[in-house]
């Protein structure tokens, strides 16, 4: 019907006229966007490694696999990149949250002018779920006050399962959210987050698809693995028995064969040198090799036991009639990590903290790394390896770290399978090419926000056509300091480590390799081109002048310390109620480095014992636990898994209220007094020896009333729920010393 709508006094008068819906997609293609994390170019096994992984393997059988496809050698810059089709800097995600700075590239503001893929499809009548890790909210909106809207469902997701910050305990997820709110870990013997992140994926596709089939559906499940922590059902990494006794320079050698075999790289191609810090394998111990080998064969049992997962999506998708009409993208976000170290590691924020166990104490774990309790890493020979055959790793913009997997699957309209594409292409040109296969224009503006040209190149063209010369003729690299760019066919890389903290940028000298003779950068070709490499130089600060690079910052962990922007007014009193949501990362009281008080009032159970947590910040890896266990109060300080320090005072029998004070007090060099005061009876004085310098576990929360995740320490398993009542719980703190590193590294060597 035509013309204005005629409502009348009565119905026979009035023309019957619903209001305009969303746009309708019936019958557009599905979308499913798969990242891993930390995972390398030849960790998977259709690109040669020897962990098993069918399910992507069919992925690739039945789709196309590159061979040349890069990201920006870290988790959140990649994930920037990939759902806007922008350059991570363009973002403000020159690197994680955690090390944002006040600059416009670096202050992980992402602006709403770079709209997101799932924005997009959902203006275009998409649902749009998200599923896993996020790590693109600023860590200081990471609370229950939000704000809310660089959160997922404030870039245009409509349901969010998963957690935002960068890794997490997969046995005891603390820092669950769903939606806009932070939720516990679902109960059941046998939890394992990868699985629980499936059913969950599962569970948005089966209800969308129950009330609407027709309906097309945008998911973004990105899994926590193979990030540390390596957490697996041992089962899984018991299956690997055997597989890597040889070492990684024997698997080094069998990964590059069969990336020969299968046509990923030519015969030409030959190994670089060891990366630094890495051991010839046979020059290692007994129980080096012992311990190195388990710890890899707990990673490749992750790897085996999350495509498991995947291969459970792809199922589903195939039992509903869905699976042909549905674009799979996979890929990693960065390649293999080296924070393993050399020996691996089995709590990470010790590491983090300066706190390294002697070998014999991690030998002594060798049975249980993988299992509750660890948040373990395997030693960097390893990342080595699963960047094979590439130099570097993770945060490096040599090939290790930013060459990674990358398959589509899309039987509906790609025709050939299991074919390689050998086109230079990087993470920006995922959106523009998901847009093109669509057949979608990117809009103009979204929610009323005019939006910015699309920095990305579309990969469609190689899709259909595998000897198309690349369109993707020019890409910028930095992470940490370290630069390198890629322009028609050569790639130029400097020689500044990242994370170095050297500055002196300009001294830096610069390497040329052709990409297409020598992919794996192993002949320096510098001093027989000197012009080429002046001009690549020369491309890279204008590159870094357009998308908001500069400055260039090499430190790494020095940046945590530094100030960030807070969701709330400063102050340095803070109450907290109990049994309300968790409170994660800066969100909660910083105790670090400074004095703190910390002052409730509880009163009993009246009907039973009186026990549970009235005050937790932090879970088994780092932080501190106020409890009343056994008749006692108890403070328990857990210095990141290596030392606890622990305060005890009786609780005064009677039914009246009690109050309880922890009051610590710094010394300059990181050690302090403690005093526990419970009612009217004496202090009870303490020694902490050291305590957590910069960084908490990110993962943790801070909790009243309960713990939630893995317990700060082994007294009782969470969430100890207080019995009795709690008022609220003050904190006090003083103002923050500064980080004298060579005093932590003293403190640090003392308490080990």
Not at 416 to 423: F, N, S
Not at 646 to 674: F, M, Q
Request: proline share 7%.
């Amino acid at each position: 019907m035509g013309g204005p709508q005629r409502i009348g006094k009565t119905r026979e008068e009035s023309d019957v006229r619903w209001p305009q819906s969303a746009p309708v997609a019936d019958g557009r293609t599905n979308v499913v966007v798969i990242l891993l994390d930390d995972v390398g170019f030849g960790q998977i096994g259709c690109y040669g490694s020897s962990i098993r992984t069918p399910n992507i393997d069919a992925l690739a059988a039945e789709g196309i696999r590159y061979s040349a496809f890069h990201t920006t050698a870290l988790c959140s810059p990649t994930r920037a990149a990939l759902l806007t089709g922008r350059n991570h800097h363009s973002c403000g995600m020159a690197s994680i949250p955690q090390l944002a700075m006040g600059y416009p590239g670096h202050n992980a503001v992402m602006p709403p002018e770079h709209g997101m893929l799932s924005e997009i499809l959902r203006d275009r009548g998409y649902n749009t779920f998200a599923v896993g890790k996020w790590h693109l909210t600023p860590d200081y909106e990471q609370t229950p006050a939000g704000p809310f809207d660089r959160w997922p469902l404030g870039r245009g997701f409509e349901r969010f399962y998963g957690f935002l910050m960068g890794m997490i305990d997969h046995w005891h997820p603390g820092a669950l959210a769903q939606d806009n709110q932070f939720v516990d870990r679902p109960g059941g013997n046998g939890y394992h987050l990868s699985v629980d992140l499936t059913d969950r994926a599962i569970q948005y596709l089966a209800g969308a698809h129950s009330a609407n089939p027709a309906k097309p559906f945008f998911l973004y499940l990105a899994y926590g693995a193979g990030h540390s922590p390596h957490h697996v059902p041992l089962e899984y990494a018991d299956a690997y028995r055997g597989v890597f006794d040889e070492g990684w320079d024997a698997e080094r050698r069998q990964v590059l064969d069969r990336q020969k075999q299968l046509g990923l790289m030519p015969e030409s191609v030959g190994l670089p040198e060891r990366n630094w810090g890495v051991a010839d394998w046979d020059t290692l111990s007994d129980d080096q090799k012992r311990l190195y080998t388990r710890m890899q064969e707990v990673y490749a049992g992750f790897i085996t036991h999350t495509d498991r997962q995947i291969g459970r999506v792809v199922e589903f998708l195939r039992r509903i009639g869905r699976l042909d009409d549905t674009m799979i993208v996979f890929l990693s976000d960065n390649g293999a990590s080296l924070e393993g170290q050399e020996h691996g590691i089995i709590n990470e924020y010790a590491m983090y903290n300066a706190l390294f166990p002697e070998f014999s104490e991690l030998l002594e774990h060798i049975d249980r790394i993988g299992g509750p309790g660890y948040m373990n890493h395997y030693p960097r020979g390893w990342s080595m390896a699963g960047n094979t055959p590439f130099r570097e790793w993770k945060r490096s913009v040599w090939q290790g770290g930013i060459a990674d997997p990358f398959i589509i699957r899309w039987p509906d309209r790609i025709e050939t399978a299991g074919e390689i594409r050998r086109q230079y292409h990087h993470v920006t040109d995922v959106l523009p090419t998901i847009l093109e296969a669509l057949d979608i224009e990117p809009p103009s503006s979204i929610d009323g926000v005019p939006q910015s040209e699309i920095e990305g190149v579309s990969m469609w063209y190689s899709v259909l056509d595998a000897d198309a010369e690349s369109r993707k003729r020019v890409q910028y690299y930095e992470m940490l300091g370290h630069r390198a760019i890629y322009y028609e066919g050569w790639k130029a890389v400097a020689d500044h480590a990242p994370m170095s903290s050297r500055g002196n940028f300009g001294q830096d000298r610069w390497f040329l390799y052709n990409m297409a003779d020598d992919p794996n950068e192993t002949t320096d070709l510098s001093g027989k081109h000197p012009d080429i490499v002046q001009d690549l130089v020369d491309r890279w600060w204008v590159e870094a002048g357009r998308y908001n690079v500069l400055p260039i910052d090499d430190r790494g962990h020095e940046r945590w310390p530094d100030p960030r922007p807070s969701v709330g007014p400063d102050r340095d009193t803070f109450e907290y109620l109990p049994d309300t949501q968790p409170i994660f990362a800066r969100g909660a009281v910083n105790t670090l480095n400074r004095d703190f008080d910390i002052v409730t009032t509880i009163s009993p159970c009246p009907s039973g014992v009186t026990e549970g947590v009235i005050f937790a910040h932090g879970n088994r890896f780092g932080g501190y636990t106020l409890f009343v266990k056994d008749g006692e109060v108890r403070f328990v300080y857990n210095l990141c898994g290596i030392r606890e320090y622990r305060v005890t005072a009786p609780l005064p029998a009677g039914d009246g209220p009690v109050r309880v004070s922890v009051i610590y007090k710094r010394e300059a060099d990181h050690r302090g007094n403690v005093r526990l005061v419970v009612g009217d009876a004496e202090p009870v004085n303490g020694r902490i020896g050291m305590t957590i310098p910069w960084v908490f576990p990110s993962h943790s929360s801070l909790n009243c009333g309960l713990d939630r995740g893995l317990s700060v320490c082994p007294d009782y398993e969470a969430p100890f729920a207080f019995t009795g009542e709690i008022d609220k719980v003050s904190v006090t703190v003083g103002e923050q010393g500064t980080l004298d590193k060579a005093k932590i590294l003293e403190a640090a060597l003392a308490e080990q």
